[in-house]
């Protein structure tokens, strides 16, 4: 499967913006779906994810409130959400996708995806 994100942009904080990730050359519904995001010097850290049927969602904690995972099946596409943001949310944001479901000890890990987009940056101003 081919991944393609999209959506970044400059915000200021405490605004929002909507990254999505269209995924092609696979069926959708099989993967089970996540944003990553990385700071400059920084590695790259889970942010959210979603399993195949969207009935579970998992997020970090610093996110947790404040962004939205979601998948729709009939575009082949995945979004994030992200409300209230702050400077400290400045990073490329990568999407990602892994045959099957991931179960909860799985669904943070980098190592676990095996599909990634090329990223989309996203800068919030103070």
């Known amino acids: 499967v081919q991944l393609q994100a999209s959506g970044g942009g400059l915000v200021q904080a405490g605004g929002s913006l909507r990254v999505s990730c269209a995924a092609s050359?696979?069926?959708?519904?099989?993967?089970?779906m996540g944003w990553f995001r990385q700071a400059p010097g920084k590695e790259r850290e889970f942010v959210a994810s979603?399993?195949?049927?969207?009935?579970?969602?998992y997020y970090h904690g610093s996110v947790k409130g404040r962004f939205t995972i979601s998948r729709d099946s009939a575009k082949s596409t995945m979004y994030l959400q992200m409300n209230n943001l702050k400077p400290e949310d400045t990073a490329v944001y990568y999407c990602?996708?892994?045959?099957?479901?991931?179960?909860?000890?799985?669904?943070?890990?980098?190592?676990?995806?095996?599909?990634w987009g090329q990223g989309t940056l996203v800068t919030v101003s103070s």
């Open positions: 990602a996708a892994r045959f099957g479901d991931l179960v909860m000890s799985q669904h943070g890990a980098v190592q676990s995806y095996n599909y």
């Open positions: 050359g696979g069926s959708f519904s099989l993967y089970h």
């Open positions: 979603i399993r195949r049927n969207g009935g579970s969602r």
